[in-house]
Structures are given as structure tokens and as C-alpha cells.
């Protein structure tokens, strides 16, 4: 069984935004909740400034502490790696938020829309899949990933700055990307294996 995973080249982000974008329009999610963000870090004094973009997601943890602390095995992790959220389940205690060490989980409070409570006719259809008083995150697209097609922010970022695959396969190209390009993962001393690596400048 394979365990997914993605490695994030930072020397290639160019801090666009594509992926915070595909994500939102492939999943449909409501104003103000976003699985996938880019955060703009700068480092140093005027004129020596380094810049970086930094995409946050969920992580997908291979010990995720979210599934830990769930009462209703709302949060759960398949096989592959995985960690999603059966929204059936949940109860919008919001357990999971409070332990998610990446900040990567949202609160669904309401079906209203970009405009109000008066939906567009793209926003009854995507909303159509959420449900108010819920958690939701990043699901690495598992609807793609399940018909053989790589999550929507993968396939949509312009500077190849993604890559996803198998961590299991040491000859997959993320594997080769980890080993060659020194794939870090971040927050890696609280012992969840997070299945996200960046590759940083």
C-alpha cells in the first residue's frame, strides 16, 4: 500500500497562489475557508531582505494528533495516509482544530455565500458537499487521487513546485526528491511524520 505524500520546492514557489485557488474552486469551499494558504515570509533588515512563500495544508500526519482527540472517530486516517474528516460523524467540537499542530483545519459555520444568503448558482452547486458545523480540511483531493489524477494543487501549480507521490517507493520521484533535494518536514520534533516535505532555499 502506497502512503501519499508532497514535497514543496520553496526555491520554485513563486507565491501566486495558484494552488490556494485551484483548491478552493475544486473543492467548492465557503467564503473565508481555505484548505490550502500560501504565507509570505520575510527575513532580514532593509536593504539585506529575503523573501519566501510558504504553502500550509494539512500535513496528513503518519501519527496525526486530530484522530487522536477526536470523540466520534470523525477523523480518521486511511491506509495510503490520508487523514480526512467523515462529516457524518462529526459533531463540531472542534477537538481537532485545537490539536492540529499546522493550524490546517477549518470550522464550516454556515451555508451563506460570497454574496450573502442569496446563493449563485455555482455556489448551490459546489456548497452542495459541505455541511454548516462541521471541520473541514485539506483531503489531498482524495476523488482525484482515488481515479489516478493528482490533487488539484499539484496539477495547477505554474512553477512545478509540487510534487506528489508515494513515500513509500524509494523510487518515486518524491522519494528521489526527498533523498537528493534534503526534504524537510516542518515541526518535525512533535512526532507526527507529517507527509508534506518542503525543500527550502
Known amino acids: ?77 486511511r491506509d495510503d495516509g490520508i487523514v480526512l474528516v467523515d462529516y457524518d460523524r462529526c459533531i463540531g467540537c472542534k477537538y481537532c482544530i485545537e490539536a492540529c499542530p499546522y493550524g490546517a483545519r477549518s470550522f464550516n459555520r454556515n451555508k451563506a455565500g460570497y454574496f450573502g444568503e442569496t446563493l449563485t448558482s455555482y455556489e448551490k452547486f459546489v456548497y452542495n458537499k459541505h455541511r454548516p458545523g462541521v471541520t473541514e480540511k485539506c483531503t489531498f483531493c482524495v476523488h482525484r487521487v482515488d481515479d489516478g489524477k493528482l490533487p488539484a494543487c499539484v496539477e495547477g501549480c505554474v512553477g512545478k513546485a509540487r510534487v506528489f507521490g508515494d513515500l513509500d517507493d524509494p523510487e518515486s520521484e518524491i522519494s528521489r526528491l526527498i533523498q537528493s533535494k534534503e526534504g524537510r518536514q ?16
Open 186 to 201: 516542518l515541526k518535525k520534533e512533535l512526532g507526527t511524520d507529517p507527509s508534506i516535505f518542503v525543500i527550502a532555499p
Open 1 to 77: 500500500m502506497a502512503r501519499y505524500g508532497l514535497v514543496i520546492d520553496l526555491h520554485k514557489c513563486i507565491g501566486c497562489m495558484t494552488c490556494t485557488l485551484a483548491c478552493k474552486v475544486e473543492n467548492g469551499t465557503g467564503p473565508g475557508v481555505f484548505w490550502n494558504i500560501v504565507k509570505d515570509q520575510e527575513f532580514g533588515e532593509y536593504p539585506d531582505v529575503t523573501r519566501i512563500f510558504l504553502p500550509v495544508q494539512c500535513a496528513h500526519c503518519a501519527e496525526p494528533p486530530c484522530v487522536d482527540v477526536c470523540p466520534t472517530g470523525a477523523s480518521y486516517k
